[in-house]
């Protein structure tokens, strides 16, 4: 007797497929102030997001790790001191650093490792730049509150060694698909030296004190032309100004994740990331 069931009609009983994004594909942020949907374009740059206490800058940076999980060629590396802002992706990464900086250290220069045999792959075949779908895959780090590592935990050396592992992979990581996207309640010289600041092609300023902090995520000067994320409402979390290299900023809502959207998600990326079989192991147990 067959006791299969049929198949329904409507389509229903089809096995959903969620999206699959890449990272070449530009990171929906939120809208603009005409309500326009605003995308980021993350390979080849990289993002710092600055703002006051509670502005909104770990749900941002929740919002491009979500894109990138989604992403079959990216892989994510996420440090997070505070460990509840980036953990819910634990298990989609391949490294997840808590309150632990010599781990922050280690992680980091296994990336910058990463980075130097890319560069000597790419000289060695003649090319500049990796493109999509290319030998390897992307690899994006996000950092929730650098100054945890920068300026908090362990001692001086290791802060600075932090900052210098960190200011490399930004500034070289591009060309090879090493992407960094960074969260500080305040990018100041102590936090972030201003050599590591001014590297980041994108900047995101949610709502700051005052408008030297503004300056201070936007660059100097575009308090004086008018900008200053200070005038953003304290309680409008998410809304801040998004500038990029040579642009001017725009002001931006930023999309917002719930910790149950979070948990889908990641649940999701991280099933889409299992080990696979290896067919052969399959053959030769048959
Ligand atoms: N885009 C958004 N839309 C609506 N609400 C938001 C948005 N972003 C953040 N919020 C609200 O603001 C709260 C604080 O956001 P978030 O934790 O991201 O701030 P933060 O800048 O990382 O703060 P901290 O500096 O303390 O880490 C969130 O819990 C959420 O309720
Ligand atoms: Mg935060």
Redesign the pocket.
Known sequence: MNTDTPLDPRGVDRVPVGPLLSIFDPVYL?IDEYGHPVYLPMIYRNILIG??????????LNTIVAHAALCPDVRLCLLDG?QV?LGLWENAADVFVGPAIIRAITTLRRVQTVMDNRYAYLKAHRRRKIGPNDVFGQILVAC??IAYFSATAGDKKEQELFSALLRDIVARGRAVGIIVAA?T?RPSSDIIPPSLRDLFAWRFA?RTTNDVSSDIVLGHGWYARGFTANSIDPNN??EGYLIAEGGTPNRV????LTDADIIRLADYAAYIRRPKPDPNEWEMAA
Request: hydrophobic residues 15%; glycine residues 24%.
């Open positions: 939120g703002g006051e206490p509670g502005s909104g800058k770990s749900s941002l505070k802002e929730d509150e969260a309640q949610g979390q998410g809502k930023a999309a917002y």
